[in-house]
């Protein structure tokens, strides 16, 4: 039997793979692995870059690429019989992991390959690999004795598992609740889109018998209830269901089931915690810093902190605000939890004039994408569009479209994948994912190498098209969700633009993590600028161009509850920080206990004893953002900065491409070739200043 995930030739074969072929490929690439690193190992030959590290960089590449594909579908496709194949799987790819990377045969050839003669000879980017590989394998434990690597190694595949549990749940209990309003009344203020959409879901809901809406707690349904409903309770209903999910709270049809996070969290914390102390650190942020630009645990948290008190002012502002115009137009003497997001759109109508319904109905998704595309057509002089061999690409969803990226003689730079829309068994939230990496590979049957062209996947978990009036309209974004999509394109982009031909600093790879979001944020900023939104916004009706005085009061709007938002994320990045430094997860301190401490003197909104957010914290519990999520604010600091070098080219001139090419070739085209900071310095010919970001978010004197 032909194996689809066994062909690494053409792009992945999605509408060939099935569960059955998973395990069989797994087998067969794990055979594989480990027969050339016995190989590599047992040579007496001194190690050299074309014999001893690029057999193993092509024949682990071939494993990460098809355990890629099954991770992808497991996110994008969840099933029960994928997710138990899935996890049966997961162990044994960790324990290979594992395994290299405590290997003392291969340790002590890196290093001799480190210390040899030959070592100067060697591209920058081959001699930032061989030092990022010394470093990994101290932090994947080849220095430990034999009976501490395997209580590691037992660590890595327990972390793995929890890791796989938490984001499972967090989809179940996503999936699992809905409510069902059979009385439009109880609807008032929610938009027709909206509506409409819920009503087509309990349409096509075989055990919903009578007519009604449907509302879950995916994103492009819930957040509009939150924001629009002026039915309080229902507000109310929906805010316990999403704010306990995967808690002992939650809120599900079936009482029987649980699928509590909780004591999860509490396992994944204990194994930090000893894997850092086998690693001889005093805790696990210290660990988690080793690869980032930041160098200790106290310097995130004096950066938060300073962030924090020049945000406060903001937030108290933003509060009392949101109190008294609840209090006077709304005649809502307390604010709770579930009213702010009600209140503050009424509040933005009255003091804006607009709504974000009204900015919607111009970000059709077509006009979206051919605006952003635009914008990157003109800053790096290259070309976007449908695949030509599109309709022969296979794909997991029949929503999903792919794309080239061409430069201006024509060649493929790069393709992704792009799958815009919410629906069940699609993990929440906003990502890019590489499916391939660019590196040079030899073509033996040519006779020379060749560039592998990088593609990648853009998922976002935006609303669908929905048939009103018997017609189908496309979907429309909200301007937060064009956000995201610019975020998102953002990390795409240095995946897809890298000019580094070796895997291991291409695109994405080898960056510091705190510096990753860089490019993404970045792109973030375009989306406040009326040469790039005048081309990307048309009415879904008229087809009328975005009024430049609706944008006029969305710019106006732009730093609307800023001071809220920001100490939002701190408070989330500061809980995270001190979980992995001095939260001691064996003693009498609750981790909600710990979340309070820290929300009372930092936030100044506290959400109600009732709120489960650990439960749901899925970026430091199930992704890679483990003592790492200050990353968002740490990189917005150096895309801020960036974006300033943009802006000195003066009021309508942002847009350009001298300025676009530099960026592309000092930032994008490095990857991980070089330390953040000298790309940025490369770049901005300084180091970065906070300046810039306090002024994106409104907080200058």
């Given at each position: 039997?032909?194996?689809?995930?066994?062909?690494?030739?053409?792009?992945?074969?999605?509408?060939?793979?099935?569960?059955?072929?998973?395990?069989?490929?797994?087998?067969?690439?794990?055979?594989?692995?480990?027969?050339?690193?016995?190989?590599?190992?047992?040579?007496?030959?001194?190690?050299?870059?074309?014999?001893?590290?690029?057999?193993?960089?092509?024949?682990?590449?071939?494993?990460?690429?098809?355990?890629?594909?099954?991770?992808?579908?497991?996110?994008?496709?969840?099933?029960?019989?994928?997710?138990?194949?899935?996890?049966?799987?997961?162990?044994?790819?960790?324990?290979?992991?594992?395994?290299?990377?405590?290997?003392?045969?291969?340790?002590?050839?890196?290093?001799?390959?480190?210390?040899?003669?030959?070592?100067?000879?060697?591209?920058?980017?081959?001699?930032?690999?061989?030092?990022?590989?010394?470093?990994?394998?101290?932090?994947?434990?080849?220095?430990?004795?034999?009976?501490?690597?395997?209580?590691?190694?037992?660590?890595?595949?327990?972390?793995?598992?929890?890791?796989?549990?938490?984001?499972?749940?967090?989809?179940?209990?996503?999936?699992?609740?809905?409510?069902?309003?059979?009385?439009?009344?109880?609807?008032?203020?929610?938009?027709?889109?909206?509506?409409?959409?819920?009503?087509?879901?309990?349409?096509?809901?075989?055990?919903?018998?009578?007519?009604?809406?449907?509302?879950?707690?995916?994103?492009?349904?819930?957040?509009?209830?939150?924001?629009?409903?002026?039915?309080?309770?229902?507000?109310?209903?929906?805010?316990?269901a999403y704010t306990t999910r995967a808690s002992e709270l939650e809120v599900s049809p079936d009482q029987t089931v649980k699928r509590d996070n909780m004591p999860l969290i509490e396992?994944?914390?204990?194994?930090?915690?000893?894997?850092a102390k086998l690693l001889g650190y005093d805790c696990y942020a210290q660990v988690s810093l080793a690869p980032k630009m930041a160098e200790t645990p106290q310097q995130v948290l004096?950066?938060?902190?300073?962030?924090?008190?020049?945000?406060?002012?903001?937030?108290?502002?933003?509060?009392?605000?949101?109190?008294?115009?609840?209090?006077?137009?709304?005649?809502?003497?307390?604010?709770?939890?579930?009213?702010?997001?009600?209140?503050?759109?009424?509040?933005?109508?009255?003091?804006?004039?607009?709504?974000?319904?009204?900015?919607?109905?111009?970000?059709?998704?077509?006009?979206?994408?051919?605006?952003?595309?635009?914008?990157?057509?003109?800053?790096?002089?290259?070309?976007?569009?449908?695949?030509?061999?599109?309709?022969?690409?296979?794909?997991?969803?029949?929503?999903?479209?792919?794309?080239?990226?061409?430069?201006?003689?024509?060649?493929?730079?790069?393709?992704?994948?792009?799958?815009?829309?919410?629906?069940?068994?699609?993990?929440?939230?906003?990502?890019?994912?590489?499916?391939?990496?660019?590196?040079?590979?030899?073509?033996?049957?040519?006779?020379?190498?060749?560039?592998?062209?990088?593609?990648?996947?853009?998922?976002?978990?935006?609303?669908?098209?929905?048939?009103?009036?018997?017609?189908?309209?496309?979907?429309?974004?909200?301007?937060?969700?064009?956000?995201?999509?610019?975020?998102?394109?953002?990390?795409?982009?240095?995946?897809?633009?890298?000019?580094?031909?070796?895997?291991?600093?291409?695109?994405?790879?080898?960056?510091?993590?705190?510096?990753?979001?860089?490019?993404?944020?970045?792109?973030?900023?375009?989306?406040?600028?009326?040469?790039?939104?005048?081309?990307?916004?048309?009415?879904?009706?008229?087809?009328?161009?975005?009024?430049?005085?609706?944008?006029?009061?969305?710019?106006?709007?732009?730093?609307?509850?800023?001071?809220?938002?920001?100490?939002?994320?701190?408070?989330?990045?500061?809980?995270?920080?001190?979980?992995?430094?001095?939260?001691?997860?064996?003693?009498?301190?609750?981790?909600?206990?710990?979340?309070?401490?820290?929300?009372?003197?930092v936030a100044v909104i506290i959400p109600p004893a009732f709120h489960r957010f650990p439960s749901s914290f899925g970026h430091i519990f199930a992704g890679g953002y483990a003592a790492?999520?200050?990353?968002?604010?740490?990189?917005?600091?150096?895309?801020?900065?960036?974006?300033?070098?943009?802006?000195?080219?003066?009021?309508?001139?942002?847009?350009?491409?001298?300025?676009?090419?530099?960026?592309?070739?000092?930032?994008?085209?490095?990857?991980?070739?070089?330390?953040?900071?000298?790309?940025?310095?490369?770049?901005?010919?300084?180091?970065?200043?906070?300046?810039?970001?306090?002024?994106?978010?409104?907080?200058?004197?």
């Open positions: 039997m032909k194996n689809p995930l066994l062909d690494f030739s053409t792009l992945p074969h999605y509408e060939e793979i099935r569960n059955e072929h998973i395990a069989p490929a797994i087998d067969e690439l794990l055979r594989d692995c480990r027969a050339v690193m016995n190989a590599v190992k047992n040579t007496s030959e001194v190690p050299n870059w074309q014999d001893f590290v690029q057999p193993m960089v092509d024949v682990n590449e071939r494993l990460s690429r098809a355990w890629g594909q099954v991770t992808h579908l497991n996110a994008v496709m969840n099933n029960p019989e994928l997710r138990e194949i899935y996890n049966a799987n997961l162990p044994r790819v960790t324990q290979y992991y594992a395994e290299l990377s405590q290997d003392p045969v291969l340790f002590e050839k890196f290093k001799q390959l480190r210390t040899d003669s030959a070592f100067n000879n060697l591209s920058q980017a081959r001699r930032k690999i061989v030092e990022n590989q010394l470093r990994d394998f101290r932090l994947g434990g080849a220095e430990l004795s034999p009976e501490d690597k395997a209580r590691f190694m037992q660590i890595q595949e327990e972390l793995s598992a929890l890791s796989a549990k938490f984001s499972d749940n967090l989809l179940d209990a996503t999936n699992a609740f809905f409510l069902l309003i059979e009385n439009r009344s109880e609807l008032a203020g929610i938009p027709e889109d909206i509506l409409q959409a819920a009503s087509e879901a309990a349409a096509k809901d075989t055990l919903i018998t009578v007519p009604s809406w449907k509302f879950t707690l995916h994103a492009p349904s819930y957040l509009p209830v939150m924001q629009y409903a002026d039915n309080r309770s229902l507000r109310e209903q929906m805010y316990r396992q994944i914390l204990r194994l930090r915690q000893e894997e004096d950066f938060l902190n300073e962030l924090a008190a020049k945000a406060r002012p903001y937030a108290e502002r933003d509060l009392v605000e949101l109190r008294q115009f609840a209090a006077d137009k709304l005649k809502l003497t307390q604010l709770e939890a579930w009213d702010i997001a009600y209140v503050s759109e009424k509040l933005r109508i009255e003091r804006y004039a607009f709504s974000d319904q009204e900015v919607k109905q111009y970000f059709p998704e077509n006009k979206v994408l051919s605006g952003m595309f635009g914008l990157v057509e003109t800053l790096y002089g290259i070309h976007i569009s449908e695949a030509e061999q599109a309709r022969n690409v296979q794909r997991w969803h029949q929503d999903v479209r792919f794309f080239d990226i061409t430069d201006g003689e024509g060649d493929v730079l790069g393709q992704f994948y792009l799958d815009l829309y919410a629906r069940p068994g699609k993990r929440g939230g906003a990502w890019m994912d590489d499916a391939v990496t660019r590196r040079r590979i030899e073509v033996p049957e040519i006779g020379r190498s060749e560039i592998q062209v990088p593609v990648a996947y853009l998922t976002c978990n935006f609303s669908a098209p929905v048939t009103i009036n018997g017609h189908l309209r496309p979907a429309l974004f909200t301007h937060d969700e064009v956000i995201t999509l610019f975020h998102e394109f953002g990390h795409g982009l240095h995946h897809l633009l890298t000019q580094m031909d070796e895997l291991g600093v291409s695109g994405i790879n080898g960056v510091e993590w705190d510096a990753v979001e860089l490019p993404s944020q970045f792109m973030e900023n375009f989306c406040w600028e009326w040469e790039v939104l005048r081309d990307m916004a048309a009415h879904v009706e008229t087809g009328d161009s975005l009024p430049r005085t609706l944008f006029d009061k969305m710019l106006a709007a732009k730093n609307f509850q800023s001071g809220l938002q920001t100490l939002r994320q701190i408070e989330f990045a500061l809980f995270d920080m001190h979980l992995h430094t001095d939260f001691d997860p064996l003693g009498s301190e609750t981790v909600l206990q710990r979340l309070d401490k820290i929300r009372q003197q790492g999520y200050y990353s968002y604010k740490w990189a917005e600091v150096l895309s801020a900065d960036a974006y300033s070098l943009f802006e000195e080219n003066g009021v309508g001139q942002v847009v350009n491409a001298k300025t676009g090419e530099r960026f592309w070739h000092e930032i994008l085209a490095v990857g991980g070739s070089r330390p953040a900071l000298e790309s940025f310095v490369a770049f901005r010919g300084r180091e970065p200043k906070i300046d810039a970001l306090l002024r994106h978010h409104g907080m200058v004197v």
